[in-house]
T-cell receptor, first 115, second 111 residues
Framework: DAGVIQSPRHEVTEMGQEVTLRCKPI?????LFWYRQTMMRGLELLIY????????DSGMPEDRFSAKMPNASFSTLKIQPSEPRDSAVYFC?????????????FGPGTRLTVL | DAKTTQPPSMDCAEGRAANLPCNHS???????VYWYRQIHSQGPQYIIH???NNETNEMASLIITEDRKSSTLILPHATLRDTAVYYC????????????FGGGTRLMVKP
């Protein structure tokens, strides 16, 4: 199993541009999470999907951020328009949320730099 | 709201046991204790979790006090590759596995 796959691994863009981050969860997992990590704020949960449905998006910073999960094998996190303060490492994670606890598996992250 | 308290940093000699403490004095009866670690530039990695009994796996041991207000993660023979930030997280049984990361403990394993 290739694990959680994220693309791109690095993204450099200019302020005002649209940025789309992509995630392929582990096959068979039914929960998907987007996190953001910065030096100032640490690791923050942005949004959580279960069975492709957004369950909790209270961590999404503002309307410029949106996330979709059109099917069980793909999710996107979009920032439009991007701002320098969005610069961070964005992690996607997946898990199988069943009656018993299962760990989250994290992808390698996308390092976003907004100039 | 901080549910766990961890020392910001610790050192450990290579080959020795690393004991990482965590205080969770407000833990409730159905909350689990989870440990994750993050090696530099990588995504967090699950280590172990427990409810009230001590747990052991191939990576580590988790010792939870009888009153469940604190726990210790033990890496029995630390190697240089164990240098990472270790996060202790308490998690409700039905929270959909949503993780809230605190500051963690930066463990430096030294030769």
């Amino acid at each position: 199993d290739a694990g959680v796959i994220q693309s791109p691994r690095h993204e450099v863009t200019e302020m005002g541009q649209e940025v789309t981050l992509r995630c392929k969860p582990i096959s068979g997992h039914n929960s998907l999470f987007w996190y953001r990590q910065t030096m100032m704020r640490g690791l923050e949960l942005l949004i959580y999907f279960n069975n492709n449905v957004p369950i909790d998006d209270s961590g999404m910073p503002e309307d410029r951020f949106s996330a979709k999960m059109p099917n069980a094998s793909f999710s996107t996190l979009k920032i439009q328009p991007s701002e320098p303060r969005d610069s961070a490492v964005y992690f996607c994670a997946s898990s199988f949320s069943g009656p018993s606890h299962n760990e989250q598996f994290f992808g390698p992250g996308t390092r976003l730099t907004v100039l | 709201d901080a549910k766990t308290t961890q020392p910001p940093s610790m050192d450990c000699a290579e080959g020795r046991a690393a004991n990482l403490p965590c205080n969770h004095s407000t833990i409730s009866g159905n909350e689990y204790v989870y440990w994750y670690r993050q090696i530099h530039s990588q995504g967090p990695q699950y280590i172990i979790h427990g409810l009230k009994n001590n747990e052991t796996n191939e990576m580590a041991s988790l010792i939870i006090t009888e009153d469940r207000k604190s726990s210790t993660l033990i890496l029995p023979h630390a190697t240089l590759r164990d240098t990472a930030v270790y996060y202790c997280i308490v998690l409700m049984g039905n929270a959909g596995n949503m993780l809230t990361f605190g500051g963690g403990t930066r463990l430096m394993v030294k030769p």
